[in-house]
């Protein structure tokens, strides 16, 4: 079917991440990538369980397909003056009877086996690949993330393994039992009857067939367009629930109804369209149909007539065009189904073949920590080649020592700290720590020995022991309000009803700025990092809170190289050693009182900052 290979795989740009649309394998390579999940290795369990599957599903047509030869052999002997087979004589019509309902109940009995047996293996093969996305999202560059759309991306992941379900369920359990059956139903016929018979019932499965590919293929278009209506309507929904206080700051509740209704507005139109072309589906399938029962059932009257069939004969024929146009009339949903199912599969796939700006290299070894010095080398990264953002920076952080980055907006302070949590790899230069070029040791280390308290610090919507906790796996309850004490919320967390069970809301939203920070100081205490990174950790805080938990760190600080970005001034007095950036450059360093003295750059921010009141923009 030339559908289902209906687009290449596509390379992604990782510089411009298209969640909305992701490069999607084609349908020959999705089912290929499929395949190995239903023929696990090293799980002879589970191909056990593949083979009595396929070995009940043989079962289940083979009885399917003898059931109508019982059907005749019962209405023969009805017939008075029908000749039939000893053995139908010795059975009787009504032991033939009791037969015909026996073999209907096998044939039920022996799918239920084969859905039962093959449960397990579909189950497995789903939360493979769930998991597999779940963690190669996970793999992904920061850049991807930034540039996500939350909405589209869930829709992706569920639509992609709802369709995999699908595919196991159906391509192995209708389309390849149905060919299987229409291949022994012909076989009886040309056995039975004549090559007429079976040219009438090919040409109607035949037209069948091609009307039903023709206009699915039409359907899919329109249905395509519904799905990306329906992922930019729950991009919007979603977006607009995540931003419920900016809604209610701005009054803008009418505003995002219209945006959302607008959205649903094109769903509609595309969902009416699906529903009136699946009308003429239907409607055209029936109509085929009806007429190639017609002239089969014809063909067999007029054999009856003319001596040549039984009127068991006539009413097998028709038991068999029954049991033709029953699976027939479900594939034009089948196939629909499965080519949309390829499509989200494809889309699924596609974006697991999306490539992590940031790998280990091979072989890489784990971080061997003697201190935590930093080192920043001849240091240069950009985005976009034509606009760089740091234009080589060396710098030096001692064990031990607390160094503050200040600068104006744009300078590079952030980014820097992003490069030493390697959520990007430097353009060009080295970022070290104690020695080692951090993109030579491996991830899960270099992360475990940098700690990061952010501006805004998000908590999981679980308790407030759940949130500490999250800074180790597997930390004791003990461990976590130590934690907590050293960051100065124990407290208030046992003032809470529900204690350390508390729950924090989406975000944290049910705590205060000050609360989350202080929640996120205790986690980052408990992770124990050899280097700390603060992220304008109180630049969002009011000054008395601020204060407050600027004693928290710098004592979380004792014994730890802690790199600050500073959004206040008077936060960094106290450091070893402050870095002002303009535009990607170091233009001033030293302690507070000798770029005071100096009356330069980092002077007269300080000025302007003292004498106005107002914050240095971040």
């Not at 083979?62 to 009805?78: Q, R, S």
């Not at 995999?164 to 056995?191: H, K, Q």
């Not at 040219?199 to 799905?227: C, G």
């Not at 304008?536 to 004693?551: P, R």
């Amino acid at each position: 079917m030339r559908s289902l290979a209906s687009r290449a795989p596509q390379a992604p740009d990782p510089a411009n991440p298209d969640l909305a649309n992701p490069a999607e394998a084609s349908g020959w390579v999705t089912i290929a990538k499929v395949a190995p999940y239903l023929w696990p290795q090293g799980e002879t369990g589970l191909r056990t369980r593949v083979v009595l599957a396929l070995i009940f599903l043989l079962a289940a047509k083979l009885v399917a397909v003898g059931t109508p030869l019982i059907y005749k052999a019962a209405v023969d002997a009805l017939v008075p003056g029908e000749a039939g087979a000893g053995w139908m004589v010795a059975v009787g019509a009504v032991g033939l009877t009791v037969a015909y309902g026996m073999a209907r109940l096998l044939g039920v009995v022996f799918q239920q086996l084969r859905d039962a047996v093959f449960a397990r293996v579909a189950q497995r093969a789903l939360r493979r690949l769930a998991l597999q996305t779940f963690t190669h999202i996970h793999r992904l560059s920061l850049r991807f993330h930034l540039t996500r759309k939350t909405g589209g991306l869930s829709r992706i992941i569920e639509r992609g393994v709802k369709g995999v379900e699908f595919l196991l369920r159906f391509l192995l359990f209708s389309i390849v039992p149905l060919i299987l059956e229409l291949l022994m139903i012909a076989a009886i016929f040309v056995f039975l009857f004549d090559a007429r018979y079976l040219a009438a019932i090919v040409v109607t499965i035949a037209l069948y067939v091609w009307f039903t590919f023709k206009v699915t293929e039409w359907r899919v278009k329109i249905r395509r367009v519904m799905n990306e209506q329906d992922t930019d309507a729950n991009q919007k929904a979603i977006d607009s629930l995540l931003n419920f206080e900016t809604v209610k700051y701005f009054n803008a509740e009418a505003r995002e109804a219209r945006r959302y209704d607008r959205a649903m507005a094109a769903y509609e139109a595309a969902a009416v369209k699906t529903a009136t072309s699946l009308a003429f589906l239907n409607a055209g399938q029936s109509a085929i149909i009806t007429a190639g029962l017609v002239v089969v059932m014809v063909m067999a009257a007029i054999g009856v007539e003319q001596g040549a069939l039984t009127v068991g004969d006539f009413v097998m024929v028709n038991a068999y065009m029954i049991q033709i146009t029953m699976p027939l009339n479900f594939l034009g949903t089948v196939y629909r189904e499965i080519r949309q199912a390829l499509v989200d599969m494809g889309q699924m796939f596609g974006l697991l073949e999306y490539p992590p700006d940031v790998v280990e290299k091979p072989g890489a070894g784990p971080l061997r920590l003697s201190g935590g010095a930093v080192r920043l080398e001849d240091l240069r990264f950009h985005y976009d080649p034509a606009r760089p953002i740091l234009k080589g920076i060396t710098l030096d952080v001692p064990a031990g020592t607390t160094v503050a980055l200040v600068g104006a907006s744009g300078s590079g302070k952030t980014t820097i700290g992003r490069l030493l949590f390697r959520f990007y790899d430097v353009s060009a230069g080295r970022l070290m720590i104690d020695g080692q070029d951090i993109r030579d040791v491996t991830l899960d280390s270099l992360h475990a020995a940098v700690g990061v308290v952010p501006q805004d610090t998000v908590l999981f919507n679980d308790t407030v022991f759940y949130n500490i906790a999250y800074g180790r796996d597997g930390a004791t309850r003990a461990e976590v309000e130590a934690a907590a004490k050293a960051a100065r919320i124990h407290d208030f967390i046992v003032s809470l009803p529900d204690g350390y069970d508390t729950q924090v809301g989406e975000r944290g939203l049910k705590l205060s700025g000050g609360e989350k920070q202080r929640v996120g100081i205790a986690r980052t205490l408990l992770k124990d990092p050899a280097i700390l990174l603060l992220d304008e950790a109180t630049s969002a805080l009011d000054s008395q809170t601020e204060g407050d938990i600027q004693l928290s760190l710098r004592e979380m600080g004792q014994g730890r190289t802690v790199v600050m970005i500073a959004h206040r001034l008077s936060t960094v007095v106290d450091a070893d050693a402050i870095v002002v950036l303009d535009a990607g450059e170091i233009v001033e360093q030293g302690s507070h009182a000798a770029l005071m003295a100096r009356g330069g750059r980092y002077a007269a921010m300080w000025r302007r900052q003292d004498s106005d009141d107002v914050d240095v923009a971040p």
